[in-house]
């Protein structure tokens, strides 16, 4: 397998390193890595020290608390939590493994006698694909319900609506899906990857390995816009060309024009961020025109196990998808997961990067909920911070500063069988860094509310109509 080279992108890597050996007590060669990095990042040795020792202390505590603490399930009196997805509309073909993933982990958890003595009782509601629904169930759910927390959303443009809601409420929101960072609430936990977790490590390794001229194509709505406007700054610093950039409307079916463009570009690859089900429309076009993945391959942000199952594996087969997580891992927590999904839904079944880490944010919540002694979301808000599990793609952690998760970086390429073969990795969590440095935190601010009042105050072009296409030129 060939090592995913991720020394010189991510600030804050050493530490990253050095936190893992003590913070995630499992054993990594990590000195000839920490020896490169120390080149690259300076972190204060008594800092480090002070660190890992906070770190150590919290967990050690954390762990003992969350293993004794569990006892025959109150049945009378549940805790409540809310399972937000979308059921219907063209996010449904993503969103809805992804809830089915969080209930599973519910049932589990109640199966071995709850949280805090009682059982977790999953209230269930369709975001219906809309970005307002998906605020005013998550007001519903709070408010109505009592929820103690909320696990869902797929698109940013759901969260960020979502997000003036539970800071409103100083409510608790689990979001599982890698995003374009940018974004830090104390009211989010973040467990799918920030952009140094998947879109930058992704842009180095096709450099590397497929070619220097990208064509980037997205959904029309804040995460591909913002992700396609840091992976355009990474291209840039590697010397690399963005020859075309374009994008369609969430639920779009046309993408003549687009595949018409690729065609006459001819770019090395393509760097796709489309999400939902008009990713199956463009596969069909780019097919049904004769790109394959041995002309010009794709690499996909938002496509893993479940979508290609609807896609076609032998569509699919050869092009590529960045994540944290697939299912060929082989490790006995995936194969847990794996095999209880599989047995609760079908053996037809499949499990994918979103659904694994809607999987793992209940269980975050279950461990921090114990270390609170309480189901109070202000309460869970602070012993989330810093704690960690094995889960089914390594050992993950809460970053305290952030509240994003720490994650192991994976590429992998799409087999005839539909499961991922992982041609790159950084077998290390890397600490996420939601802000890249290309620019100010200010910046990117202006840079993400200049798109949201362009779109008549949404995270999401409103119109029907196709915004004009990019192309860049040297």
């Given at each position: 397998m060939k090592e995913l080279h991720l020394i010189a992108i991510f600030?804050?890597?050493?530490?990253?390193?050095?936190?893992?050996?003590?913070y995630f007590t499992y054993e990594?060669?990590?000195?000839?890595?920490?020896?490169?990095?120390?080149?690259?990042?300076?972190?204060?040795?008594?800092?480090?020290?002070?660190?890992?020792?906070?770190f150590v202390t919290e967990v050690t505590t954390r762990v003992e608390v969350f293993q004794t603490n569990i006892t025959e399930p109150n049945k009378e009196n549940p805790i409540k939590v809310g399972v937000l997805?979308?059921?219907?509309?063209?996010?449904?073909?993503?969103?809805?493994?992804?809830?089915?993933?969080?209930?599973?982990?519910?049932?589990?958890?109640?199966?071995?006698?709850?949280?805090?003595?009682?059982?977790?009782?999953?209230?269930?509601?369709?975001?219906?694909?809309?970005?307002q629904i998906f605020a005013s169930e998550a007001e519903r759910l709070i408010v109505e319900e009592d929820v103690s927390a909320i696990f869902g959303g797929w698109t940013s443009a759901s969260r960020k609506t979502m997000k003036p809601v539970?800071?409103?409420?100083?409510?608790?929101?689990?979001?599982?899906?890698?995003?374009?960072?940018?974004?830090?609430?104390?009211?989010?936990?973040?467990?799918?990857?920030?952009?140094?977790?998947?879109?930058?490590?992704?842009?180095?390794?096709?450099?590397?390995?497929?070619?220097?001229?990208?064509?980037?194509?997205?959904?029309?709505?804040?995460?591909?816009?913002?992700?396609?406007?840091?992976?355009?700054?990474?291209?840039?610093?590697?010397?690399?060309?963005?020859?075309?950039?374009?994008?369609?409307?969430?639920?779009?079916k046309n993408f003549t024009e687009i595949v018409d463009k690729i065609i006459e570009i001819q770019p090395d690859v393509i760097l796709n961020t489309i999400n939902g089900d008009s990713n199956l429309w463009f596969f069909k076009e780019l097919r049904s025109r004769g790109i394959t993945p041995q002309e010009i391959p794709t690499i996909s942000f938002s496509i893993g196990e479940n979508e290609?199952?609807?896609?076609?594996?032998?569509?699919?087969?050869?092009?590529?998808?960045?994540?944290?997580?697939?299912?060929?891992?082989?490790?006995?927590?995936?194969?847990?997961?794996?095999?209880?999904?599989?047995?609760?839904?079908?053996?037809?079944?499949?499990?994918?990067d979103p659904m694994e880490a809607g999987y793992i944010s209940v269980y975050l919540f279950a461990k921090a909920a114990e270390l609170a002694g309480s189901d109070d979301p202000t309460l869970i808000h602070e012993t989330v911070k810093g704690i960690t599990i094995s889960a089914p793609e390594g050992i993950v952690g809460i970053d305290p500063k952030t509240q994003h998760t720490l994650k192991i970086v994976r590429i992998g390429q799409i087999l005839e069988n539909g499961q991922f073969k992982i041609v790159a990795s950084s077998e290390v969590p890397i600490m996420p860094q939601p802000y890249p440095d290309y620019k100010s935190k200010e910046q990117w601010d202006s840079f993400l509310n200049a798109m949201y009042v362009g779109w008549n105050n949404n995270w999401a072009n409103p119109n029907d109509e196709i915004i004009e296409a990019v192309e860049e030129t040297d």
């Open positions: 600030a804050g890597v050493g530490l990253a390193v050095l936190l893992a050996g003590m990594l060669d990590s000195k000839q890595f920490v020896t490169k990095v120390t080149t690259t990042v300076e972190v204060p040795q008594t800092d480090i020290i002070q660190l890992k020792k906070q997805h979308s059921f219907s509309g063209t996010m449904a073909i993503s969103e809805k493994p992804v809830a089915e993933a969080t209930l599973l982990a519910i049932e589990e958890i109640n199966k071995r006698g709850g949280v805090l003595g009682r059982q977790i009782q999953p209230i269930v509601a369709d975001g219906r694909s809309d970005w539970f800071e409103e409420y100083d409510h608790l929101l689990f979001y599982p899906v890698q995003y374009e960072g940018l974004e830090q609430s104390p009211n989010i936990v973040y467990t799918g990857a920030a952009p140094n977790q998947q879109a930058i490590p992704a842009v180095d390794w096709a450099f590397e390995n497929i070619g220097t001229r990208f064509f980037l194509v997205g959904s029309d709505y804040v995460f591909p816009r913002s992700a396609n406007e840091i992976m355009k700054e990474r291209i840039k610093e590697l010397g690399g060309e963005v020859v075309y950039e374009e994008y369609r409307i969430l639920g779009s290609i199952e609807q896609l076609g594996a032998a569509t699919m087969s050869g092009d590529y998808a960045a994540w944290n997580y697939f299912q060929s891992l082989d490790t006995q927590e995936n194969q847990n997961f794996v095999n209880n999904f599989k047995a609760k839904y079908g053996s037809d079944r499949v499990t994918n």
